[in-house]
């Protein structure tokens, strides 16, 4: 069975379509351009993706999905503090996101607005990941609340999906006025009322 490993010219691809559907959407995308950046045959293309779709997939799971996984989701849970954790990104997210996030948005987000009415495979990967954004901030709340950080009467739930709704609408006011100084005061929000879950001391 060949490996991601053996196959390097799978994840030049990966990485071409990433950047291409980032930029234009996957729509717009163009297989053309893709292979003109990665220097590659259609042959091997199709080779490892068979379809477009194929390839818009791959990009949500093993681009945008790892990459929000490395990023947020196992900092919080691998931290002795998740509350604390999650406090941290969310102060200090524009300092650790990719520099073009401001201008192109959040590539999952994008996808969602996109594809979600058009493809029910599509709109079921990224609900995954969305899901798993959700639950891991629901996740810090309630190892907060168990380490004594977070008021007992907070609904973990819904401040959960509440913050990683107004995260996403804080990176796509950022794309609309093209204002990474707007992403930071609005983030600066979110964290104010995230820290207005604590337990008073």
């Not at 509440?162 to 006011?173: D, K, T, Y």
């Not at 930071?184 to 820290?195: E, G, I, T």
Request: net charge negative.
């Amino acid at each position: 069975m060949e490996t991601r490993q053996a196959e390097p010219s799978r994840n030049t691809i990966l990485q071409a379509a990433y950047c291409e559907i980032h930029r234009k959407g996957f729509q717009a995308a163009s297989i053309a351009d893709i292979l003109k950046d990665t220097g590659l045959t259609k042959g091997a293309l199709y080779h490892h993706f068979p379809t477009k779709q194929a390839l818009g997939l791959a990009v949500i799971e093993e681009v945008i999905g790892e990459n929000l996984a490395r990023l947020l989701f196992a900092p919080i849970r691998q931290s002795e503090k998740p509350f604390e954790a999650l406090l941290y990104l969310i102060a200090h997210i524009d300092e650790l996101a990719p520099p073009d996030f401001a201008t192109l948005g959040c590539p999952l987000n994008n996808l969602m607005q996109e594809m979600s009415p058009l493809d029910p495979e599509f709109k079921s990967r990224l609900n995954g990941i969305l899901r798993n954004w959700r639950d891991t901030v629901e996740w810090a709340l309630l190892q907060g609340k168990g380490q004594g950080e977070v008021r007992p009467e907070v609904d973990c739930a819904s401040a959960a999906l509440f913050i990683v709704s107004a995260w996403e609408g804080c990176i796509g006011i950022a794309k609309n006025m093209q204002s990474v100084d707007s992403f930071r005061s609005c983030m600066m929000q979110l964290h104010d009322y995230v820290a207005s879950l604590r337990i008073s001391k």
